[in-house]
């Protein structure tokens, strides 16, 4: 039952985990889910075109048939692969066709590590090398600096990877001067990993459907503090400073 929030999640095509955002949500909070285009290669031409697409913008329209709180783009590589600001870009599209507060999964992982006030960030990331760049300098442009980098080199099959890939990528991208480790791509499972990676790094590792689902609560109104779903979750309530 939707008593305390309704969530939207605007979802690639391709996407094949949707368990892992109910699995972020705590009491109260429901997630409507629709998809949308996505390309059938991973070149960065090829993710410009997805973050112009109107289809994001028809999407975030067609959920509101069901009366939500917020609405998340629920693609990195699609929300940071025109660098600063071309998130921004889409959300004020998707508020435009939608009315309610809206966020990516890119902006999403910029406000998160802001919470958690972290600026040296190891990535690991299942993309091809000239995707995981653009995601290296959207970080960089917002702030943050990037210590290490550690990429999987992915066409296709993303959502086929085991947990335990994402547990073994993140922890060699790991350095000792990181801050926190961001795991990217919304298509890549980390639900199961993130308190134990934690455990063994020692400090905060940031998942993208983590991200994307934290702060679709934040813009909801809902602040959970919740044990295993990684530091993020143990925040409760933000000090309002985040956009």
Request: hydrophobic share 45%; net charge negative.
């Amino acid at each position: 039952m939707s008593w305390r929030a309704r969530l939207g999640i605007i979802y690639p095509a391709d996407g094949a985990i949707d368990d892992e955002f109910w699995g972020f949500v705590p009491k109260g909070v429901t997630v409507h889910i629709t998809r949308f285009w996505a390309p059938d290669d991973q070149r960065v031409e090829v993710f410009e075109a997805q973050a112009d697409s109107l289809d994001i913008d028809h999407a975030a329209g067609y959920l509101m048939a069901i009366p939500l709180d917020a609405i998340a783009y629920a693609c990195t590589s699609g929300s940071f692969i025109r660098g600063l600001g071309g998130d921004l870009e889409i959300i004020e599209r998707m508020e435009k066709a939608s009315g309610v507060p809206c966020t990516t999964t890119s902006t999403a992982l910029v406000r998160a590590a802001q919470a958690l006030q972290v600026k040296r960030l190891a990535v690991a990331a299942p993309y091809p090398a000239p995707v995981t760049e653009r995601l290296s300098t959207f970080l960089e442009q917002n702030g943050f600096e990037v210590t290490s980098i550690k990429l999987l080199g992915l066409a296709e099959g993303i959502y086929l990877q085991p947990v335990g890939e994402a547990y073994r990528l993140a922890k060699e991208a790991n350095t000792p001067d990181a801050e926190a480790v961001i795991i990217s791509c919304t298509n890549f499972r980390t639900l199961e990993l993130l308190d134990a990676m934690e455990q063994d790094l020692g400090k905060p590792v940031i998942g993208a459907v983590q991200a994307t689902v934290w702060d679709s609560l934040r813009l909801a109104g809902v602040h959970p503090r919740c044990e295993g779903l990684g530091a993020l979750f143990r925040l409760g309530r933000d000090l309002g400073t985040l956009g």
